[in-house]
């Protein structure tokens, strides 16, 4: 049995969760979302929480047991309190700025790198150097957060470029001069 596919999901008292056969639909406070979850797993809901159980004991089920249960409680956590990833700008003259909710991106390029958000996703910049990504949906979250690390991903030299809030960048030595 999957350690992570047999524990319930509590469902919090502002969000509403309806079942359809693999399609889970969560609404909350936050929006709405939903997800079908792969074959092999069924979702039933007991008193205040979500169950997630596999259909039978194939290979395939237990390797997607504790996929859905992640799925689903991430779509609970989502409509309910949100998700959001930091990054940090790091470089001399680098900085970021939002125009209307396009996110402006100046780290050394001989133009500025526009970035447009997905469907509910929103970009706060603090202090011109710290880029907060939020909304509803992990997954969305964490690929529009990567997109932006892409544009200009930290380098081992100098540790320059956009990196997520706590990821630590090795460090480089770098040539030595001749004597």
Do not use: C, W
């Not at 792969?38 to 997607?64: F, H, K």
């Not at 998700?83 to 970021?96: D, M, P, T, W």
């Not at 996110?103 to 500025?112: F, T």
């Amino acid at each position: 049995m999957s350690r992570i596919g047999k524990r319930p999901i509590p469902i919090p008292a502002k969000v509403s969760v309806a079942i359809d056969g693999r399609l889970v639909s969560v609404k909350g406070p936050k929006g709405e979302l939903s997800r079908e979850l792969p074959s092999g797993v069924v979702v039933t809901q007991e008193d205040g929480n979500i169950i997630v159980s596999r259909a039978d004991e194939s290979r395939l089920a237990r390797q997607r047991h504790g996929l859905s249960r992640t799925l689903v409680a991430n779509l609970v956590e989502g409509v309910d309190s949100g998700f959001q990833k930091r990054l940090e700008i790091i470089g001399v003259g680098y900085r970021a700025q939002v125009q209307g909710t396009t996110l402006i991106l100046n780290v050394g390029y001989s133009n500025p790198v526009q970035i447009e958000p997905p469907e509910g996703i929103q970009f706060v910049v603090e202090n011109n150097t710290n880029v907060v990504v939020s909304g509803i949906s992990k997954e969305v979250v964490g690929n529009t957060a990567a997109r932006i690390r892409a544009v200009r991903p930290p380098e081992p030299y100098k540790g320059k470029g956009i990196r997520y809030a706590g990821e630590v960048v090795l460090r480089k030595a770098g040539k030595t001069g001749k004597k």
